[in-house]
């Protein structure tokens, strides 16, 4: 069972918004940051968000993070064709003692 | 310009050893904790090992540790993953990564392991 869940996929046509979730427990997401990550196919991950909201430079403001408990999300709104990647949340876990992804989002644009 | 680059991906076959390395430009590893991940083809994600500024502090994934150990040379500006006892659960393209806010801020292009008889 993956310690980080995120739903499969997701989709929506351009323009739209999409909110990929994230759910953990009280030893990652209940008590550390999260992070989001964007994989273009075959290119290496591109950090989006840090610190649960925080966009780096560069960063769209269409894009932003959000958390609450032991879940967080992250939405794409206006969605645009370059959208379409792989999407990935991460947090320390205390438990594990180590950094935990979550199994990760197809975005699809329609 | 920050820029990663590892080296030292092969074939090997299960149970040998393989030695990843990172040449950073751009900045000082010793400024910063490094990362290395890895992705097996068609998955997702996953930390491996992590090293402090001074190099004093690393950690593992639980996968890896008592395999594998992360390290850095710092008048190289090099990182490291010396890789032992390598099964073919360990088949990735392995990210040498910086820590900046992230905690994965600045990613290499990646290198192939495959462990395969």
């Known amino acids: 069972q993956a310690v980080l869940t995120q739903p499969p996929s997701a989709s929506g046509t351009p323009g739209q918004r999409v909110t990929i979730s994230c759910s953990g427990s009280?030893?990652?997401?209940?008590?550390?940051?999260v992070s989001w990550y964007q994989q273009l196919p075959g290119a290496a991950p591109k950090l989006l968000i840090y610190?649960?909201?925080q966009r780096p430079s560069g960063v769209p403001d269409r894009l932003s993070g959000s958390k609450s408990g032991t879940s967080a999300s992250l939405a794409i709104s206006g969605l645009r064709s370059e959208d379409e990647a792989d999407y990935y949340c991460v947090v320390w876990d205390d438990r594990l003692s180590g950094y935990v992804f979550g199994t990760g989002t197809k975005v699809t644009v329609l | 310009e920050v820029q990663l680059v590892e080296s030292g991906g092969d074939l090997v076959q299960p149970g040998g050893s393989l030695r990843l390395s990172c040449a950073a430009s751009?900045?000082?590893?010793?400024?910063?904790?490094m990362h290395w991940v890895r992705q097996a083809p068609g998955k997702g994600l996953v930390w491996v090992s992590r090293?402090?500024?001074?190099?004093?502090?690393?950690t593992h994934a639980g996968s890896v540790k008592g395999r594998f150990t992360i390290s850095r040379d710092k008048p190289r500006n090099t990182l490291y993953l010396q890789m032992n006892s390598l099964r073919a659960e360990d088949t990735a393209v392995y990210f040498c990564?910086?820590?900046?806010?992230?905690?994965?801020?600045?990613w290499g292009q990646g290198t192939l392991v495959t462990v395969s008889s």
């Open positions: 090293i402090n500024l001074d190099g004093s502090v690393t």
């Open positions: 990564v910086r820590d900046f806010t992230g905690p994965f801020d600045d």
């Open positions: 751009g900045f000082t590893i010793g400024n910063y904790w």
């Open positions: 610190k649960n909201n």
């Open positions: 009280d030893s990652n997401i209940g008590r550390d940051y």
